[in-house]
């Protein structure tokens, strides 16, 4: 007999139908089963929770490399969140894409940490090296933390293998405040990313969520407009101002999406220059000059394409994909269990993934609820398609 048909009267294909019309097509729970017993299957709503959502290891393990494969392939990740339920809490999807791969996991934090914690991907340990202590400073953490750490990295105590190991090293230091923890444990845990070879010339491209402003920080240029539409006006002078002001900065969207295609120095520092030009204020206006003030300031993040040219302008791949998140918590609102919850972030990211690499998500399904293992395992078919891409 075979593995899957073990312990069950209910078939391979049968069981890839109900995963495929539940996180492919969004089909509730009470509708699969309407329509099963329609077709003449013998089957209890009970059945079909189990098939969603119990003994899917294989599937689990398989999404794990999806983050992996990627931070390795890709030189930008983009990022967004959203709210999501979980056992009648609120939570929130962390989805983190690039052209290659999408991944989904819930939390019940927004926090930088929690980010770092979901880029660090299952790993325990914290790191205390030049990239942590690079952060630190950069943070404008007091002196006095920074050569705590600066004299525990001195003296070789470089790494904690847990939480509870770095909470007894912050007692034994004296280090109680909030921010210092908070920051301090930031920088520790861009330190394992580094030390596991993250490469921190990675461009985090985000609509500008403050928890997302690590290593090279990029911004969607359709978020950071916002301001700019949602600013009133008050007389004529000052909406020829605004419309002014609003038709350079889609102008100089426009030239630097072109510069993606030839990028050259001369051009970059042309547009930069634009850029400054753009963000002069003007007069008897003052709600628009604090904004233009607002976007001088995040310069350098709106301009990294400049200096690396295939990264995004926007924001829209993140939200598309995290659309299919969106759709999910309407129709089922959330989930009650913690497998229905690694469940609902596993078959989303794998179909998102699938879709991404040309992969029928059914075929996928089918095959590996057989135990085929026909189709490739998806991280090297990633790796394929990079290659490709650079070829």
């Given at each position: 007999?075979?593995d899957?048909?073990?312990?069950?009267?209910?078939?391979?294909?049968?069981?890839?139908?109900?995963?495929?019309?539940?996180?492919?097509?969004?089909?509730?729970?009470?509708?699969i089963?309407?329509s099963?017993?329609?077709?003449?299957?013998?089957?209890?709503?009970?059945?079909?929770?189990?098939?969603?959502?119990?003994?899917?290891?294989?599937?689990h393990?398989?999404?794990?490399?999806?983050?992996?494969?990627?931070?390795?392939?890709?030189?930008?990740?983009?990022?967004?969140?959203?709210?999501?339920?979980?056992?009648?809490?609120?939570?929130?999807?962390?989805?983190?894409?690039?052209?290659?791969?999408?991944?989904?996991?819930?939390?019940?934090?927004?926090?930088?940490?929690?980010?770092?914690?979901?880029?660090?991907?299952?790993?325990?340990?914290?790191?205390?090296?030049?990239?942590?202590?690079?952060?630190?400073?950069?943070?404008?953490?007091?002196?006095?933390?920074?050569?705590?750490?600066?004299?525990?990295?001195?003296?070789?105590?470089?790494?904690?293998?847990?939480?509870?190991?770095?909470?007894?090293?912050?007692?034994?230091?004296?280090?109680?405040?909030?921010?210092?923890?908070?920051?301090?444990?930031?920088?520790?845990?861009?330190?394992?990313?580094?030390e596991?070879?993250?490469?921190?010339?990675?461009?985090?491209?985000?609509d500008?969520?403050?928890?997302?402003?690590?290593?090279?920080?990029s911004?969607?240029?359709?978020?950071?407009?916002?301001?700019?539409?949602?600013?009133?006006?008050?007389n004529?002078?000052?909406?020829?101002?605004?419309?002014?002001?609003?038709?350079?900065?889609?102008?100089?969207?426009?030239?630097?999406?072109?510069?993606?295609?030839?990028?050259?120095?001369?051009?970059?520092?042309?547009?930069?220059?634009?850029?400054?030009?753009?963000?002069?204020?003007?007069?008897?206006?003052?709600?628009?000059?604090?904004?233009?003030?607002?976007?001088?300031?995040?310069?350098?993040?709106?301009?990294?394409?400049?200096?690396?040219?295939?990264?995004?302008?926007?924001?829209?791949?993140?939200?598309?994909?995290?659309?299919?998140?969106?759709?999910?918590?309407?129709?089922?609102?959330?989930?009650?269990?913690?497998?229905?919850?690694?469940?609902?972030?596993?078959?989303?990211?794998?179909?998102?993934?699938?879709?991404?690499?040309?992969?029928?998500?059914?075929?996928?399904?089918?095959?590996?609820?057989?135990?085929?293992?026909?189709?490739?395992?998806?991280?090297?078919?990633?790796?394929?398609?990079?290659?490709?891409?650079?070829?």
């Amino acid at each position: 007999m075979a593995d899957h048909l073990k312990n069950t009267h209910l078939g391979a294909d049968l069981k890839a139908y109900i995963i495929h019309q539940y996180y492919h097509c969004s089909v509730t729970q009470p509708l699969i089963l309407s329509s099963l017993r329609d077709f003449g299957v013998d089957i209890s709503s009970g059945q079909i929770s189990a098939i969603l959502t119990e003994n899917k290891e294989a599937f689990h393990r398989e999404k794990t490399t999806l983050l992996s494969k990627g931070i390795e392939l890709t030189e930008e990740l983009r990022t967004d969140d959203t709210g999501a339920r979980h056992k009648f809490k609120n939570g929130f999807c962390n989805c983190i894409n690039s052209d290659l791969f999408t991944y989904f996991t819930t939390t019940f934090s927004k926090s930088r940490i929690n980010f770092l914690e979901i880029l660090r991907h299952q790993r325990s340990d914290y790191h205390i090296n030049e990239a942590s202590l690079s952060y630190v400073e950069n943070e404008g953490l007091p002196p006095g933390y920074c050569q705590i750490l600066k004299q525990s990295y001195e003296e070789g105590r470089r790494i904690f293998k847990d939480k509870k190991t770095l909470e007894h090293y912050y007692k034994t230091k004296g280090i109680t405040a909030k921010y210092a923890i908070k920051h301090i444990t930031e920088a520790l845990l861009i330190g394992t990313m580094v030390e596991h070879g993250f490469d921190p010339n990675t461009v985090i491209h985000s609509d500008g969520a403050g928890q997302f402003n690590i290593f090279i920080h990029s911004l969607c240029w359709k978020h950071a407009e916002r301001r700019l539409v949602e600013l009133k006006y008050y007389n004529p002078v000052q909406q020829k101002q605004l419309d002014s002001k609003k038709a350079k900065y889609w102008l100089l969207y426009q030239q630097l999406k072109l510069y993606k295609e030839k990028p050259d120095k001369k051009t970059a520092l042309h547009l930069s220059q634009k850029f400054d030009q753009m963000c002069e204020p003007v007069a008897d206006f003052g709600a628009l000059n604090h904004v233009l003030n607002d976007l001088k300031k995040k310069k350098d993040q709106l301009l990294v394409v400049l200096n690396r040219p295939n990264t995004s302008l926007h924001n829209n791949d993140s939200e598309r994909d995290i659309r299919e998140y969106v759709k999910r918590r309407k129709i089922s609102a959330g989930t009650r269990s913690e497998n229905g919850r690694t469940a609902r972030d596993t078959f989303l990211s794998l179909k998102k993934t699938c879709q991404k690499l040309d992969i029928s998500f059914w075929e996928y399904l089918k095959d590996r609820v057989k135990g085929s293992y026909l189709i490739p395992p998806i991280s090297q078919t990633m790796v394929q398609k990079h290659q490709l891409a650079f070829a």
